[in-house]
């Protein structure tokens, strides 16, 4: 049985795709790897380990609050 470090992960995913966003723009625009993105998206990366900018990226274009 594998861990999830992120359990918010799907959120990240679910409003990615709902606002019409691709790993690769998304990616871009936080400063992050599609790789680091896909990870995250997957539940193996805590996004509390990410640049604060990069958060702040994420957050403002999702509209979310990654805790």
């Not at 625009?29 to 995250?40: C, H, P, T, Y």
């Amino acid at each position: 049985m594998t861990s999830v470090t992120f359990p918010g992960a799907l959120v990240v995913r679910v409003r990615r795709q709902l606002l019409g966003f691709s790993q690769q723009e998304l990616a871009r625009e936080a400063g992050l790897s599609v790789e680091l993105l896909q990870k995250l998206e997957c539940g193996e990366y805590d996004p509390r380990s990410l640049h604060q900018l990069a958060r702040r990226v994420l957050e403002r274009r999702l509209d979310i609050t990654l805790a």
